[in-house]
């Protein structure tokens, strides 16, 4: 399993909430995002995407949510 970039790190660091969404929700399964199968890359974006819903207040959460769509 490859490690986690100094650079893959810090993007994933700045993005919102909403942006992980996007990405989780929206590449499509035949692209190959690194940030959802690049090894520890993939494990870093996930628990920082679960560490940065459970910091939002429920209403946020939602809207999130509701913008990002499915």
């Not at 100094?6 to 660091?13: G, M, S, T």
């Not at 993939?42 to 809207?63: C, G, I, N, T």
Request: glycine residues 2%.
């Amino acid at each position: 399993m490859a490690d986690i970039t100094a650079a893959e790190k810090k993007e994933i660091d700045a993005m919102t909430y909403a942006q992980h969404l996007q990405i989780w929700r929206h590449t499509p399964s035949q692209q190959q995002h690194p940030f959802l199968t690049h090894g520890t890359a993939a494990d870093y974006f996930l628990s920082e995407m679960w560490r940065k819903k459970d910091a939002l207040p429920h209403s946020q959460r939602v809207a999130a949510s509701k913008n990002v769509g499915w």
